[in-house]
C-alpha cells in the first residue's frame, strides 16, 4: 500500500515539485539489493525505498527522532509504522493522518492548504534577490556593522511585504541573533552609573545604528539602550 504513495508517477513528479521527502525506517529486517550500474561496478539499493540505500534511511532515522544536529526537526514518536509527517519551513510538525498518508490526493490537498497558510511562495528571481541580501545582511552581522545588516534584512522585507511563513521565521531568527549581539554592547555601556562623554557618544552612535525598523520594528535591546540615553539626559 505505501509503496504505491512511493511508486505513483504522477504523484512522485507532483511531491519532487512540491516537497522535500525524508524517508526513515529504523530497522533493516531486509536484504539490500546489490545492483550493477551502468560503469560495471555494483551498489547496494534498498529493495523497499526506490533511490536510497538502506544506510540512508537508518541515518534518516537517527536525524528525526533525535535531532541532535543544529537546525533538525524533532518528529514526534507515535506507536504506528509507517507514519508521516510534514515539516513546514518554520519548523512546525502536522501530522499526516493515517487513513490520508496512502492517498496521493489526500497528501496533495494537505500540502497545498499548508501552502496556502504559509502564504505565496518566491519566484526563483525573487529567490536569488533575496539571497544575495541575506547573505550580505550576513557577513554585516558577522562585522557587527548593525545598521548594514539591519538596511539589508529591511530590503528583504520590502522586497516582500507580506513574506510567508518561512521567510519571516528567517528574517525573525536573524534579528534575535542581532539583538543578543548587540545586548553584549549595551551591556558594556550601560554598566556605569555615571557614564562619560566617550561611553555616552557610543551609545548614541550605537542607538542610531539600530535605528532601521525590520518587521515593522527595531531590535527590542534599542529601547532599553533609548532608556539609558534619556535617564542621562541624552536621548
Ligand atoms: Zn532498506
Known sequence: MYRSVLTNRSFVRWANENVVVLVSHNELGHDAEIVENATGSETERCPLYPGMTCRDHLNAAVDVDNARDEDLVKIPFVEL?????????????????????????????????????????????????????LARGDAALDDEAWRRALEDWAAVAKLEPEPHASLRALLEARLTLLDEAVEFQIEDLTEDDEPGADTLKAARTLFAALAVPVLGRTVPSRERLGLFLDAHGDG
Open 81 to 133: 509504522c509507517p507514519n508521516t509527517w510534514l515539516v513546514r519551513p518554520d519548523r512546525e510538525v502536522v501530522r499526516v493522518e493515517e487513513k490520508d498518508q496512502f492517498e496521493p490526493a489526500a497528501v496533495k490537498k494537505q500540502v497545498t492548504k499548508l501552502q496556502e497558510d504559509l502564504g505565496k511562495t518566491l519566484s526563483p528571481t525573487r529567490y536569488l534577490e533575496i539571497r544575495n541580501l
